[in-house]
Every structure is written in C-alpha cells, then in structure tokens.
C-alpha cells in the first residue's frame, strides 16, 4: 500500500472536499495517475492532453491549467525518487441537487502525493493473469476516458482469485478481451502487436498510446482491433501496461503459459528510458 505524502485541493494544502462535490456525489470527473521519477513527471504532456479530452467529453469547462502545471512542479519538487502523484479534477460543488450539470460550476481539482516503491523486480520475468468473472458494459459516450466511474474495476479487483495474480483480465458481454483491471493488454501474433480498441468501454491509457506509437520505430507494426480470448490464448506473447509499471509481460492466463521471446523485454527497454 502507498503512503499518502500530501493532499491538496484547489492548491491549498487539505485533505477534505465539500459533501456536495459533484465527484463525490456522482463520480462527475476525471482522474490521472502520473509517475514522478527524480523530480520529473513522466508523460505529463500526455496526461494532460487526455484530462483536456476527458474534460471536454463531460462537458467539464476545466481552465486552471497554467495553475494546475505550477503546482504539479511544486510537488515534484519535494517527491521522493519514486513517487506517484494523483490528479482529479470534477466538476465542482454548487447548491443546486440533481444529475444535471450546471455550467456556471467552478471545478475543483485534487492533488494527491503518494510514495511508490520499486517494481519486485521478479516482475520482468512475468506475471500471472486471470479472466475476471464480471464483465464490462458498454458505453461509448465514455469509453476511453479516465472517468470517476470505476465500480466496475473495484468489483473485478474484488473477486475471489483476484488477490492470488498479479492483474485480472476484463471482457465485454461478448467475450472480448478488452483491459485490465488497472491496465492494457497487448498480443504479440507473428511479430505485429494488437491492442483492443478502447472506443467502446475501458480506458485508453496513456502508456498504451506509448506503447502504439514507439513500436513501429522498433519495426514492430501495432494496431488496435477485436481480441477474442481464445485469440489472446493464442498468441505468441502477451503483456500488459500502465504507467506505474511500465510494460510487463504475462507468463500466464490462467491454465495458459506463455514462452518468454524476445519483442516485450525489447519494447519494454526502449518505453522505460523515455524521457517523455
């Protein structure tokens, strides 16, 4: 479990929001989890591209930005040499009840500083995955977003045989493979990496967005598409990413083992030493 080093709302240091809080009560807004390594945001320009996308789909008039940039260098700036810093902006507090939301809401946004400690490093060898029983809905209006919304994660991450692997998988009601529970999932089949398009439920994260547009300067073509399970099952390697823990490699899907080769531990090298 992370250590929480530091909250701040609205730039002020607190670790408290108003119980009228659209975010608190209706998950009306947006998270982003960004990895500080030596003072340096990793990928911050990506982050808050996809907050600014994030905002504009809810309709989240979100204009602190210069403000939000200045106290994410603050914080950065007395992080340890690992950490996690947290961002969420929601569409504010107002007197008026009701799903509705109201454009004259000034919204808030939370900081939040969290000590991360190293990857174990057995990780590079792979890790084992299993298939979530519960299955994701289907909502274009916000797929591929990082909303609040996230019951659906929490329930996945709270199955019996969750805590015995390192990710769970999670499908759709037709049996594709769609993210993780806290990342993406990629198929290595005959050289080519596919990634299932995120344009129906799950989020399409930031190191995925990475991960699509280094490899084919690696000369490895990468495309988004369908991926049934028993495509996945199939393939000759699989991994998963987020920002936290980089790319790392499935050694198993459930009862399925995977060969360890050689285009993950190479696509992963070249994404750890990124600078953005």
Request: aromatic residues 6%.
């Given at each position: 479990m992370s250590q929480t080093l530091g909250t701040w709302v609205d730039g002020?240091?607190?670790?408290?929001?108003?119980?009228?809080?659209?975010?608190?009560?209706?998950?009306?807004g947006l998270s982003e989890t960004i990895v500080l390594r030596g003072a340096a945001p990793r990928f911050l320009d990506a982050h808050l591209a996809r907050l600014?996308?994030?905002c504009s789909r809810l309709g989240i008039v979100f204009t602190a930005w210069e403000a939000l940039r200045t106290e994410v260098a603050r914080i950065a700036g007395q992080a340890p040499p690992l950490a996690i810093l947290k961002i969420i902006v929601t569409r504010g507090?107002?007197?008026?009840?009701?799903?509705?939301?109201d454009g004259t809401l000034e919204p808030r946004?939370?900081?939040?500083?969290?000590?991360?400690?190293?990857?174990?490093?057995?990780?590079?060898?792979g890790v084992s995955l299993r298939v979530a029983a519960l299955r994701l809905a289907e909502n274009p209006a916000l797929a591929g977003i990082k909303h609040l919304?996230?019951?659906?994660?929490?329930?996945a991450a709270g199955e019996p045989g969750h805590a015995d692997h390192f990710e769970s998988l999670?499908?759709?009601?037709?049996?594709?493979v769609v993210c993780g529970t806290m990342s993406n999932v990629?198929?290595?089949?005959?050289?080519?990496?596919?990634?299932?398009?995120?344009?129906?439920?799950?989020v399409e994260g930031v190191l995925r967005s990475m991960v699509l547009r280094e490899a084919p300067g690696l000369g490895i073509p990468a495309n988004e598409g369908s991926l049934a399970l028993n495509e996945l099952l199939a393939a000759d390697e699989?991994?998963?990413?987020?920002v936290r823990i980089g790319v790392v490699r499935a050694r198993s899907v459930g009862q399925h083992h995977f060969p360890m080769k050689d285009i993950v531990p190479r696509l992963a090298a070249h994404i750890e030493a990124l600078d953005a």
């Open positions: 002020a240091v607190a670790s408290t929001v108003p119980a009228d809080d659209r975010g608190l009560q209706y998950g009306d600014a996308r994030g507090s107002g007197p008026r009840r009701g799903y509705a939301p946004r939370v900081l939040m500083l969290f000590a991360s400690p190293a990857m174990p490093a057995d990780v590079a060898q919304n996230r019951l659906e994660n929490v329930l999670l499908l759709d009601a037709r049996d594709q990629f198929a290595v089949r005959g050289g080519r990496l596919i990634t299932p398009r995120v344009d129906r439920s799950g699989v991994f998963i990413t987020n």
